[in-house]
């Protein structure tokens, strides 16, 4: 029997609060920086939490739409994109840079993460946007999608991701939140969605199907109302089944 090792990651900062207790049992996080949700304040106390717990420590740019939390496609101009995604890495820089922090990954938010993975126009703005961070950071992307496929050509060193409390389609698109099967909420069910992912390779898309996926990277939504009892599960279960948290 071999053994398996997985990072996983939460999306934080976000004003739920929980970091601390989250914190503990992941390995990444995402930190909003201004887009959808965040502030210098947040910012800094995250990035504190962060480097006492060891956590390795993301920046979650997304598009400048609090109202809607980042999760609706936006009519923005590329110019207007760019201009606010560098405002947003440009902030986080600086808080992180005064805490002596190290930056980890750069992940997308919400639509704009989604978008990227098959437009590949908004893909490429996306990335002439982080290309100062080419070869010095990771970019955490969906399996399959034109931004990894991009990313890569470029010469951008990427981990695939994957989502714990997601489901997903056959053409491994998340399904729709507007939907009632979107989110994975019960522990169990989650760890019986990743297990297939981690060691086969494979994901079951809701009609049942299984489709071929790879990850580096889980993530667990801060935001999901059992965030908390999903990865209290996982770390309780993925060592039984040989799976260890990847430093």
Known sequence: MGTWSIDINCDVGEGVGNEAELFPL???????????????????????????????????????DKKNFGREVMD??????????SEQLVTF????????GKL?????????????????????????????YNKVVLL??????????EAKKRGFPVWYEAFADRSYNEDLSLVSRK???????????????VLPMIKEGKVFATTGKPIQIQTETLCVHGDTASALEILTYLSQMLPKHKVQLRP
Request: net charge negative.
């Open 104 to 132: 980890h990954h750069i992940k997308a938010h919400g639509a704009l993460y989604n978008q990227t993975a098959k437009d590949l126009g908004l893909a490429k703005t996306y990335l002439d946007t982080v290309e100062q």
């Open 26 to 64: 992941i390995s990444s996080c995402n930190i909003a920086c201004g887009g959808h949700a965040g502030d210098s304040q947040s910012m800094s106390e995250i990035i504190e939490l962060a480097t006492q717990n060891g956590v390795k420590i993301g920046v979650h740019p997304s598009y400048p």
């Open 179 to 193: 939907q009632e099967n979107a989110l994975i909420k019960e522990p169990k069910k989650v760890l019986e969605h």
């Open 140 to 149: 955490y992307v969906p399996y399959g999608s034109v931004i990894a496929k």
């Open 76 to 85: 923005i101009s590329s110019m207007e994109l760019q201009k606010s995604l």
């Open 93 to 100: 820089d600086e808080i992180l840079k005064q805490q002596q």
